[in-house]
C-alpha cells in the first residue's frame, strides 16, 4: 500500500526532526526552533541568522 507507506514515512520524518528539537532544547535547556533551508523566507533570513547559534 504506497499510500500507508507515504504516510509512514511522513510520521517517521517528523519524528526525527521534533526529536532532534527537543534533544537541543533539554542539551541546551532553552527553546529551540529548528527550520530548513527550503523554508526560511527570504525576507527573514537577514534577522534569523544574527540570532542563529550554529551548533
Do not use: Q, T, Y
Given at each position: 500500500m504506497i499510500f500507508g507507506?507515504?504516510?509512514?514515512?511522513i510520521?517517521?520524518?517528523d519524528f526525527r526532526y521534533f526529536g532532534v528539537q527537543f534533544y537541543l532544547e533539554d542539551l541546551l535547556d532553552a527553546p529551540v526552533d529548528l527550520v530548513t533551508e527550503k523554508a526560511l523566507r527570504p525576507?527573514?533570513?537577514?534577522?534569523i541568522e544574527q540570532e542563529a547559534i550554529y551548533v
Open positions: 507507506e507515504m504516510l509512514s514515512s510520521a517517521e520524518a525576507e527573514l533570513r537577514p534577522s
